[in-house]
């Protein structure tokens, strides 16, 4: 059922590309995903305390997030690279970042989840009714770390995506409207180095 959706979606996004360069995307996307499960329990927390001097920021990107600390900050981050290095790498800011997540149905990874995020001092926060938690979090200074690119099913705005109008999340402009903190919108890709 994945692998039929994924494919529709990338038709949908990459009309040009052919079926198997497509099926390819796919591939690499799950791959990915493998990574991004190994990144959370493993290789991650090998490098609680030294994480920073493993990063190359872009231009001014180091000094925006610093410059945000203690303000309520929104960041809105993707699902794109590395992106549970980036909550690690607010975290060891000192941004103290909030997540809302729903935990995967897998008992033993979600517990590792929760352990490894608790050990950088991130905060899980509940997806359900979890907006109150992030305006409290907000309120006291801390960051709200969101990746809202998926469907949205709470009161979504519908806004055009590749031509069809996509369920979108309001969440991060609502908290940024209401707070005094910026809106920030970053990424972490892994290089070669």
Same mark, same amino acid.
């Given at each position: 059922?994945?692998?039929?959706?994924?494919?529709? $979606?990338?038709?949908?996004?990459?009309?040009?590309?052919?079926?198997?360069?497509?099926?390819?995307?796919?591939?690499?996307?799950?791959? $990915?995903?493998?990574?991004?499960?190994?990144?959370?329990?493993?290789?991650?927390?090998? $490098?609680?305390?030294?994480?920073?001097?493993?990063?190359?920021?872009?231009?001014?990107?180091?000094?925006?997030?610093?410059?945000?600390?203690?303000?309520?900050?929104?960041?809105?981050?993707?699902?794109?690279?590395?992106?549970?290095?980036?909550?690690?790498?607010?975290?060891?800011?000192?941004? !103290?970042?909030?997540?809302?997540?729903?935990?995967?149905?897998?008992?033993?990874?979600?517990?590792?989840?929760?352990?490894?995020?608790?050990?950088?001092?991130?905060?899980?926060?509940?997806?359900?009714?979890?907006?109150?938690?992030?305006?409290?979090?907000?309120?006291?200074?801390?960051?709200?770390?969101?990746?809202?690119?998926?469907?949205? $099913?709470?009161?979504?705005?519908?806004?055009?995506?590749?031509?069809?109008?996509?369920?979108? !999340?309001?969440?991060?402009?609502?908290?940024?409207?209401?707070?005094?903190?910026?809106?920030?919108?970053?990424?972490?890709?892994?290089? !070669?180095?």
């Amino acid at each position: 059922r994945r692998r039929t959706l994924g494919l529709a $979606h990338l038709k949908r996004a990459l009309p040009k590309v052919s079926a198997r360069e497509r099926e390819g995307i796919l591939k690499e996307s799950c791959c $990915h995903m493998g990574l991004f499960g190994i990144d959370s329990v493993s290789l991650l927390p090998r $490098h609680r305390g030294a994480l920073l001097s493993r990063v190359e920021f872009e231009d001014g990107a180091e000094e925006t997030l610093l410059a945000a600390r203690g303000l309520g900050a929104v960041v809105v981050q993707p699902h794109l690279g590395c992106f549970e290095g980036m909550t690690y790498i607010l975290a060891e800011m000192g941004l !103290d970042p909030a997540v809302p997540m729903r935990l995967p149905t897998n008992l033993y990874l979600a517990r590792r989840l929760e352990s490894a995020r608790g050990e950088w001092g991130v905060r899980l926060l509940p997806r359900r009714g979890g907006v109150r938690a992030l305006m409290s979090h907000q309120k006291e200074g801390g960051t709200v770390l969101l990746a809202p690119d998926q469907n949205s $099913h709470q009161a979504p705005v519908f806004l055009p995506w590749f031509g069809e109008l996509a369920a979108t !999340d309001r969440t991060a402009p609502g908290l940024a409207l209401r707070g005094e903190g910026p809106l920030l919108v970053c990424w972490c890709l892994r290089t !070669d180095q």
